[in-house]
């Protein structure tokens, strides 16, 4: 299984267009620093379907389009949870011939209900869905299995109060049946649960949430009146000792503009090279 990162920054990116805190003038500074939204390339199809989807699809050389004129290997988006940063892309894509979007029933729902997705896109392209189950893993179109693992029950705010708890962010676990190799990708991270201990401790490689460095952050730096854990993200200092103990190999990200992990040269990314985690740079390539 052949995986690209294709963005490591959480919603706003890196920098964000109305934010100068330090990690975005750094990142305007310093290119080196620039993180797009966060997605993953498994083979053909796209974790997420962010704002930068487009430019994603461009920088990574086997998502281009060819050899005929309108023929693409794209071959479809796997959505993680229902959040703008993680659907706005899908708009994005609307010259496809056809979209394949995979997806658990709520995220499909809240999509369907509130974004009028269907409704906006049809005239334009055809969405075939399918469900994203907890219970078994479906087949991508190149043979590696994908299986949701449920990590929180946070609606993104325009679907506030809406549906049953359960499916609307989720953790996914990609297996490659020739390889055997396993990816747990996991852009939020709301709760550690026993699900997902088990899960984690099962896979050769975790990708996980790093939105921000501690508990206070989102307050300390007024983007928000909640914690992070309130906001459906485990900081990394509450997880980095866990991933630590892991048998995989463990790389953070959806790096928040207001993590200092954003800075190269900032000290934290010292203390995750001695725990032995990673933090994920966009292009990355991983081969399970
Ligand atoms: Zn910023």
Redesign the pocket.
Known sequence: MRLRVLGTAAGGGV??WN?A?P??AGARANPGWRRRHASLAVEGHIVNATPDIADQIEACEWLRPGPDPRQTPVAGVILTDAELDHTLGLPRLREAGELEIIATPVVRGALTRWLRLDDVLSPYTGLRWRDLPQDDAVPLAGGVRVQAVPVSGKRPRYAAGDGPASGWVVALRLTDPATGGTCLYAPSLGIWSAEWEKAAAEADCVIVDGTFWDDEEPRRTGISSRTATEMGHLPVEATAGRLARLPGRCLYTHLN??NPLVDPDAPQHKRLAELGVETAADGMVIEL
């Open positions: 920098p964000q934010c805190c990690g975005c503009n207001t």
